[in-house]
């Protein structure tokens, strides 16, 4: 007998997440001067995860950035208030020939199943013009679609499976409370290959690279699970002593066993083995190990 074919899982709204669009003969100047990632590295159709600092090296803004053509780059923000990012940065145009814009009727949807076509870093079009990501991370298939006019379903379980499975890789996904209370080595953002030291100057690149040659990163993400969501940058204590602070949380939705939460916390890289358990809120803090496969 022949084997049935294999169901796709659906396509659901990607409702928290924007698209800002970088047009004109010097987007991708502007965004390899203004993004921590190596943007000129890029070919048309490929995408790398990066984002934008301030001139003290915080993170501003976490996206994915694809450069769709010569003349057009999409800074894909999950969680992102791409109205905000474009007037934040609509300030360094200068005379720069480039336009930032929202792009009207784009829509965002996803699903957990593999792409049609694109495959790691290589976006894929088909036919109907819908432009594909692949967010897999090698073991668990995941498709971000953006189309003209499409419409999928809202699924806000699915939409929760999502942002689960991007905090336990190491994604931070601290929806509007932002993420400016910490720096790239702090959040290890080194696992996405999302930042570089040595493309030359943007925002913020100077604290980037003087941390990363002299060695001097002291704090890391961990990830744990807990009974509830924790208030962002709610303190991490140890014992009776505040040690780090809450970067990013959300429901575990399957991916930490018995637990409500996963909490993406930044901490000192070196504890002691006998050092006290970790709590926020009052709860205690389980460790979990960070996941790999969503760097590209």
Known sequence: ????????????????????????????????????????????????????????????ALFALLRVGPETVWLLLPDGDAGALKAAMERFV??????????????????????????????????????????????TPRTLRICQGCTAPSDPDALARWRAFDLAHGLPRPGAAGLEAFTPQQLSLERLKAYSVRKGCYPGQEIVARTHFLGQAKRGPGLFAADALPAHEAPVMEGERAIGAVASAAAAAGEADGHAALVLAVLPLQRPEDAPGLAVDGMPLVPLALRDGLAR
Do not use: Y
């Not at 010097?26 to 934008?52: K, N």
């Not at 784009?106 to 290589?122: N, V």
């Open 94 to 139: 200068f005379r720069s020939k480039v336009k930032l814009q929202v792009p009207g009727g784009l829509t965002l949807c996803a699903s957990f199943s593999a792409p049609a076509g694109a495959s790691g870093a290589m976006t894929a079009t088909d036919a109907k013009g819908r432009l594909e990501l692949d967010l897999g991370d090698g073991t």
């Open 1 to 60: 007998m022949d084997k049935p074919a294999a169901v796709k899982a659906p396509f659901f709204a990607l409702s928290d997440h924007a698209l800002l669009a970088l047009e004109g003969r010097d987007a991708v100047a502007f965004a390899q001067a203004q993004c921590m990632s190596d943007v000129a590295a890029l070919a048309d159709g490929q995408w790398q995860w990066s984002g934008w600092l301030s001139p003290k090296g915080r993170v501003q």
